[in-house]
Antibody
Framework: EVQLVESGGGLVQPGGSLRLSCSAS????????MHWVRQAPGKGLEYISA????????HYAESMKGRFTISRDNSKNTLYLQMSTLRAEDTAIYYCAKEDGGHTQIDYWGQGTLVTVSS | DVVMTQSPLSLPVTLGQPASISCRSS???????????LNWFQQRPGQSPRRLIY???NRDSGVPDRFSGSGSGTDFTLKISRVEAEDVGFYYC?????????FGQGTKVEIK
């Protein structure tokens, strides 16, 4: 059974940094591209970033470039999202997601981790 | 970015009746390989999204056959043949043909 478990969310002050983790199991992690998507409270889904199976290439939505960095450690079956210079509008549930078959064909989502940016 | 426009944004439905959600894209979603990378996701209250349909009309494993997807080019539809109580929630279309991937605004399905 595919499982994606995010962690690392919490309360952070504006301008602060946070690193989210996503622990994967139930599939060969190193064979699949992975993604991050977020959802502000009461809002829709917003795409953040993707990383190739070997971690060699990362891609970002334009509005996410510069402050967000996606990475992965295939030896630990873990996906990461490093976030910096956080703003109130970054407050959201952050989901990691697994792709199957290219072209952001997301087939599984984690349960999400809540990031709250507030003083 | 490709803009995905869903309608309606709110859909009150009587149990056992059909429901239909439209999703229109600002550009054709046909990729050069001939595939159309249009997915539909369901998000029940308090849960993470779950994929229902991939590549326009392919139902995921375990998804009831009352859900169906159709369409082509820039115009797509998700249909529920007979709405059940467990279908309450938000539904999102998402395109993966063009970078970056983009989602529709979401359609809230509720029981009348």
């Amino acid at each position: 059974e595919v499982q994606l478990v995010e962690s690392g969310g919490g309360l952070v002050q504006p301008g602060g940094s946070l690193r989210l983790s996503c622990s994967a199991s139930g599939f060969t992690f190193s064979s699949y591209a992975m993604h991050w998507v977020r959802q502000a409270p009461g809002k829709g889904l917003e795409y953040i970033s993707a990383i190739t199976p070997n971690g060699g290439n990362a891609h970002y939505a334009e509005s996410m470039k510069g402050r967000f960095t996606i990475s992965r450690d295939n030896s630990k079956n873990t996906l990461y999202l490093q976030m910096s210079t956080l703003r109130a509008e970054d407050t959201a549930i952050y989901y990691c997601a697994k792709e199957d078959g290219g072209h952001t064909q997301i087939d599984y989502w984690g349960q999400g981790t809540l990031v709250t940016v507030s003083s | 970015d490709v803009v995905m426009t869903q309608s309606p944004l709110s859909l009150p439905v009587t149990l056992g009746q059909p429901a239909s959600i439209s999703c229109r894209s600002s550009q054709s979603l046909v990729y050069s390989d001939g595939n159309t990378y249009l997915n539909w996701f369901q998000q029940r209250p308090g849960q993470s999204p779950r994929r229902l349909i991939y590549k326009v009309s392919n139902r995921d494993s375990g998804v009831p056959d009352r859900f169906s997807g159709s369409g082509s080019g820039t115009d797509f539809t998700l249909k529920i043949s007979r709405v059940e109580a467990e279908d309450v929630g938000f539904y999102y279309c998402m395109q993966g043909t063009h970078w970056p991937p983009t989602f529709g605004q979401g359609t809230k399905v509720e029981i009348k």
